[in-house]
């Protein structure tokens, strides 16, 4: 999932300075499970643009915000708001706000900052889990993402600097080598880890990417 927290109000309003009619849109998939761009959040973004002295012309939740042909499709069904409104706040996450901008034709403004691919640990608890490397390391890491949960992004074992089996770089963290390690003894796979792996090729992490599928 894409984890996103809502900008600061200041900030989102500080966009919509010199625009007074804004529509609103937000997100069915994570956005909503981040609680940044679902239903109630929309409501409670018009409620404090109205105190504002803003108008919200109208707002949709966008399933999802991140496929454009269901944006195409979506925002049509909305066009009389649309054209009412000087500005679009997308309550989704980057993906979200730019493929909303890319099928409007007034201003788009992002009402969150989007964080990181993540897990959910628990309501409202979100960690970063996945940097989208372009080739997995999990097959031999038992599941522990090295690039991701070890600061150093180190592919070759420990940097030796974890105390107490918190991380040097970040000591609220646990080392991600001692999960690791200690994970690929409880399944009786430690052998994984006497072959020496080769640098990482960050190519395939390239900006930005493509994929084709099929024909
Ligand atoms: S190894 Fe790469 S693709 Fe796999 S979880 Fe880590 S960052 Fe994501
Ligand atoms: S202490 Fe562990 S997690 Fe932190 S940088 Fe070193 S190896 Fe990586």
Redesign the pocket.
């Known amino acids: 999932m894409i984890i996103s927290k809502q900008k600061p109000f200041e900030e989102i309003l500080n966009f919509l300075e010199d625009k007074q009619n804004i529509f609103i849109t937000g997100c069915s998939l994570c956005a909503t499970s981040c609680m940044t761009g679902g239903k109630q959040q929309i409501d409670e973004m018009k409620e404090r643009l109205e105190q504002s002295g803003k108008t919200v012309t109208g707002s949709t939740v966008l399933d999802p915000s991140c496929h454009k042909l269901q944006v195409r499709a979506s925002l049509k069904k909305c066009k009389a708001e649309l054209e009412d409104a000087d500005a679009v706040l997308c309550m989704a996450c980057g993906d979200g706000a730019q493929t909303v901008a890319s099928v409007v034709k007034i201003p788009v403004y992002p009402a969150n900052d989007t964080l990181f691919i993540g897990e959910i640990e628990r309501i409202g608890q979100f960690y970063e889990?996945?940097?989208?490397?372009g080739q997995?390391?999990?097959g031999w890491t038992a599941g522990v993402?090295p690039?991701?949960k070890c600061a150093k992004s180190l592919l070759n074992g420990p940097c030796g600097g974890a105390k107490n089996g918190k991380c040097e770089v970040n000591v609220e963290n646990d080392c991600a080598w001692i999960l690791i390690y200690n994970k690929l003894k409880e399944q009786d796979l430690l052998d994984t880890l006497l072959e020496i792996k080769d640098p990482k090729d960050y190519s395939k992490a390239a900006n930005p990417r493509k994929l084709v599928v099929g024909r």
């Open positions: 889990a996945c940097k989208a490397c997995c390391e999990l993402c690039i991701t």
